[in-house]
């Protein structure tokens, strides 16, 4: 499965001077926050895939004008194909913003999918905006990390997590790829990044390993 990962600043080689060469063979569009709506609405329509989003701190207008066409996946375990997707948007509050968090509150989104994660046998992606604890983020307040995602990767062992909200801009101490100590690839998908997932890296739809899970998914998509 290909997969195109966005993040944080429009990219103008799939906006302003759009390629479909670039765009060739993707799934699957997955946005980690921080990027104008029409941008997610346009690549939903030129690359004619699906596209998952959450929800960075500057993206207040989301509020009232969400992406069309697209679907959010705050706060929600995503199965895409099989695929088993988490995410959870959002930055550490530093102006009580609409999509801004203390750890408190972090942790407590993050308890109420771990039911979902249970009964779906694990998860394969954690799609983050903010980085977490200790892994590609910085000392002020507005870009420090979470340690919940830490928990979350300790317990599931996901693939890969996705984020952005850390610029390459920012010049000092940005990574692009991590490994985290649960063995999970950390990727900081600014402006924009491509993976490729094997069908033997997460499981067939209907196979997580979970009987009543795949028992349900059975059922629905009869």
Same mark, same amino acid.
């Given at each position: 499965?290909?997969?195109?990962?966005?993040?944080?600043?429009?990219?103008?080689?799939?906006?302003?001077?759009?390629?479909?060469?670039?765009?060739?063979?993707?799934?699957?569009?997955?946005?980690?926050?921080?990027?104008?709506?029409?941008?997610?609405?346009?690549?939903?329509?030129?690359?004619?895939?699906?596209?998952?989003?959450?929800?960075?701190?500057?993206?207040?207008?989301?509020?009232?004008?969400?992406?069309?066409?697209?679907?959010?996946?705050?706060?929600?375990?995503?199965?895409?194909? &099989?695929?088993? #997707?988490?995410?959870?948007?959002? +930055?550490?509050?530093?102006?009580? *913003?609409?999509?801004? =968090?203390?750890? @408190?509150?972090?942790?407590?989104?993050?308890?109420?999918?771990?039911?979902?994660?249970?009964?779906?046998?694990?998860?394969?992606?954690?799609?983050?905006?903010?980085?977490?604890?200790?892994?590609?983020?910085?000392?002020?307040?507005?870009?420090?990390?979470?340690?919940?995602?830490?928990?979350?990767?300790?317990?599931?062992?996901?693939?890969?997590?996705?984020?952005?909200?850390?610029?390459?801009?920012?010049?000092?101490?940005?990574?692009?790829?991590?490994?985290?100590?649960? &063995?999970?690839? #950390?990727?900081?998908?600014?402006? +924009?990044?491509?993976?490729?997932? *094997?069908?033997?890296? =997460?499981?067939? @739809?209907?196979?997580?390993?979970?009987?009543?899970?795949?028992?349900?998914?059975?059922?629905?998509?009869?």
């Amino acid at each position: 499965m290909k997969i195109l990962m966005i993040a944080d600043e429009e990219c103008s080689s799939l906006w302003d001077f759009y390629d479909p060469k670039r765009t060739k063979g993707v799934d699957l569009i997955i946005s980690c926050g921080d990027l104008s709506a029409k941008y997610l609405e346009f690549l939903v329509t030129m690359v004619n895939c699906p596209l998952l989003y959450v929800s960075g701190n500057h993206d207040t207008r989301y509020v009232d004008n969400p992406p069309q066409g697209c679907i959010c996946i705050d706060d929600k375990i995503y199965d895409y194909k &099989g695929l088993r #997707i988490m995410g959870l948007g959002g +930055s550490m509050c530093y102006n009580y *913003g609409p999509y801004q =968090y203390t750890e @408190q509150e972090m942790e407590k989104r993050m308890r109420k999918l771990n039911g979902r994660a249970f009964l779906m046998n694990g998860i394969d992606i954690l799609v983050t905006h903010a980085p977490a604890k200790g892994y590609g983020d910085l000392e002020d307040l507005p870009h420090q990390g979470f340690e919940c995602f830490n928990t979350i990767m300790n317990r599931w062992h996901p693939r890969y997590m996705l984020h952005g909200h850390v610029h390459q801009t920012y010049g000092k101490g940005f990574e692009s790829e991590l490994k985290h100590e649960s &063995g999970t690839e #950390i990727i900081n998908a600014y402006r +924009s990044r491509m993976i490729e997932i *094997g069908e033997h890296e =997460y499981p067939s @739809q209907r196979k997580t390993g979970s009987a009543v899970y795949d028992f349900f998914i059975s059922l629905t998509n009869r």
